[in-house]
């Protein structure tokens, strides 16, 4: 049994959802998002209430395919009413961040500048070495901030590189002198 599939998801007012076929569709005032839902789970849109069941009781990855549906949809309204943001943290002399049009410019101490073509549907601010990445989609949000982060992990001695904004790095000592 899934405890999040049984869940129900409220949807605000302002916002529509609506269910053809396997597709779901949710509409709000930041924007709009459609996915698929295919398989053996079952989607009831009553009012303002969306409800999940699963067609096969007992069954372990249908009940894994029950929570995971129902946390796509709570995201998806979630994402169409407030907008998800990730801020990353850019540390280390000479690293510079801003942003031209599409694109995201990147000094990363490397003997090239590194660019990196922001995807549609995401906002991109870059200011003081501070990256905010703001979207409907979760998952594309988390995704590029963490495509991101790749390009310079923080490193454990001078701390140097991308962290998020909440994370705290393990700091090591490094070499003692004699």
Known sequence: MSRIGKQTVIVPAGTEVSLSGSTLSVKGPKGSLVRNFPGPVTIHINGSEITFTPNKEGDRSVNALWGTYASHVKNMVIGVTEAYTKKLILEGVGFKSEVAGKMLNLALGFSHPVKVEIPEGLIVTAEKNNITITGIDKELVGSFTASVRAMKKPEPYKGKGFRYNDEVI?????????
Request: charge should be positive; glycine fraction near 12%; avoid cysteine.
């Open 170 to 178: 393990r700091r090591k000592q490094g070499k003692k002198a004699a």
